[in-house]
């Protein structure tokens, strides 16, 4: 019930938006506040010179985004917003919390390991776009930065038929942030993170530093 009544209230929502810029007349100030929805592949990089693979990893998201026009004619603006993000990941890294300590190490004996995080979004845009007040179908290329503060994390991982999970470990990098770019036209969009921030805090693997970070690509689709 509590599914059929968001829907609901977001279609209510959309036709609002539709009708208040179909009354605007060419030339008028208008912005493009939108509901954003991605879906991207990921992956780690950066990694560990002992940590060789990751297996197929993706990661969605969602949020709302509000514009603050830059020019008149509205096809410059910065835009501001916030969102959910869900990361899964396939990965090599072994990791433990033992006695409040990360631990981490490379075991090629263990199966299923997977990371999961669930993380609040704060995206920072500047955007330039080829539309005006009555015209919905434009090229756009938004570009800059979002913040990503983690809610939960998880490391999980099978041995010896003995399944081992770690919540939110006390190493792990709770504010991330990284450049973002968003190019495509109408309501099909590519779209990349590219990490700044490793994900792990004081991370190390016989002696090395992990500095692991994310890469996501993938599509991303905006809603009037």
């Known amino acids: 019930m509590n599914k059929v009544l968001s829907f609901t209230f977001s279609i209510f929502c959309a036709s609002i938006m539709y009708a208040q810029k179909d009354s605007l007349h060419l030339g008028d100030r208008y912005a493009e506040d939108q509901i954003y929805a991605s879906i991207s592949y990921a992956q780690f990089f950066n990694q560990p010179q002992e940590i060789t693979k990751s297996d197929f990893s993706y990661a969605i998201s969602v949020g ?9 004619s509205g096809t410059v603006s910065i835009a501001g917003g916030v969102g959910y993000g869900f990361d899964f ?14 631990v981490f ?3 090629n004996t263990i199966s299923n390991n997977v990371f999961k995080a669930h993380n609040l979004e ?17 090229w756009r290329i938004y570009t800059g930065i979002k913040f990503l503060y983690n809610v939960s994390n998880k ?3 099978e041995h010896n038929a003995i399944d081992y ?14 450049l973002t770019l968003s190019a495509g036209y109408d309501e099909f ?9 490793p994900i792990f805090k004081n991370g190390n693997i016989n002696g090395e530093n992990i500095n692991t970070k994310v890469l996501k690509f993938g599509l991303i689709f905006y809603i009037l």
């Open 64 to 72: 709302f985004i509000k514009d603050i026009i830059l020019n008149k």
């Open 89 to 102: 990941f396939n990965h090599e890294l072994k990791v433990e919390e033992i006695n409040n300590k990360t």
């Open 105 to 107: 190490s490379s075991d």
């Open 122 to 138: 704060f995206p920072l845009e500047l955007r330039w776009r080829t539309s005006n007040v009555n015209k919905y179908s434009f």
């Open 155 to 157: 490391f999980e991982f």
């Open 165 to 178: 999970s770690y919540k939110n470990i006390s190493d792990f990098n709770k504010l991330q942030y990284g």
């Open 189 to 197: 969009n590519i779209n990349v993170f590219y990490g700044l921030t």
